[in-house]
């Protein structure tokens, strides 16, 4: 089964980032596979290089950093939420002349063409969050 993600929930305040990357691990560990991992809303907080959660707390940014990698998951970050938001790569920051970014591989900012395409390859969509 390949699958897409979708995910609403603020990493520091919703339980849907840690779910999914729960879900995902375990539906590699069984032999499927994510297409791509669609980061909405508050979710994009997620891909921020610049996050450090409270020690003791799931570092949620290097966690999926590190399973998108290891796994080469297609990790897109919505770009009308993260500007909104002071979400930017350096392709973006550069745009707005901004002095810095604070997105970096594996996550990407990209529209919802990409969602769009992610559930049309896809065999399951599946979203966590509101």
């Given at each position: 089964m390949n699958y897409t993600l979708v995910i609403h929930g603020a990493p520091a305040s919703s339980q849907a980032c840690q779910t999914a990357l729960s879900f995902?691990?375990?539906?590699?560990?069984?032999?499927?596979s994510i297409y791509r991992v669609f980061f909405l809303g508050d979710a994009v907080h997620t891909g921020s290089s610049l996050t450090v959660p409270p020690q003791?707390?799931?570092?949620?940014?290097?966690?999926?950093k590190e399973?998108?990698?290891e796994h080469q998951i297609d990790m897109v970050i919505c770009i009308s939420a993260a500007l909104k938001r002071g979400l930017l790569d350096e392709s973006e920051a550069t745009r707005y002349d901004k002095a810095a970014s604070n997105i970096e591989?594996?996550?990407t900012i990209s529209g919802l063409g990409q969602l769009i395409d992610g559930t049309a390859a896809a065999d399951r969509t599946i979203t966590f969050g509101n």
């Open positions: 995902a691990q375990a539906a590699v560990k069984r032999g499927h003791g707390e799931a570092n949620l940014h290097q966690a999926w399973f998108g990698e591989a594996p996550f």
